[in-house]
């Protein structure tokens, strides 16, 4: 699953510090996240958005993918961090896709 989107400029510290709350998460966390096979977060450093980043969840298939999706979806730590980024980013450039490893 890859992300994209475009964080505020007046929220990037905010966002940092947001982002390195919830990898700390992932790792004290390990069976909450079992599913998740690996997360990257990638920064923009050419181009016309300079403050894009893309986010990179691998899975082993779709099917861990829903689980993991699911339990976050109940769970309010992690409805807390949701409401933060959504606050952080610009709204219109945030997009979702599936990607399929094909070499």
Known sequence: MVETYVVKPEKQEEFMA?????VAETKKNKEK???LK?????????GDNRLGYSEMWEFENLANLEKLLN??????????IL???VSQIVPDTWSIKIWNLVV
């Open 18 to 22: 947001m982002i390195k709350k919830w």
């Open 33 to 35: 996240y079992k599913e």
């Open 38 to 46: 690996s997360y990257k977060l990638f920064a923009q450093m050419f």
């Open 71 to 80: 339990r976050l979806m109940q769970d309010k730590e992690f409805q807390k």
């Open 83 to 85: 409401s933060e980024f």
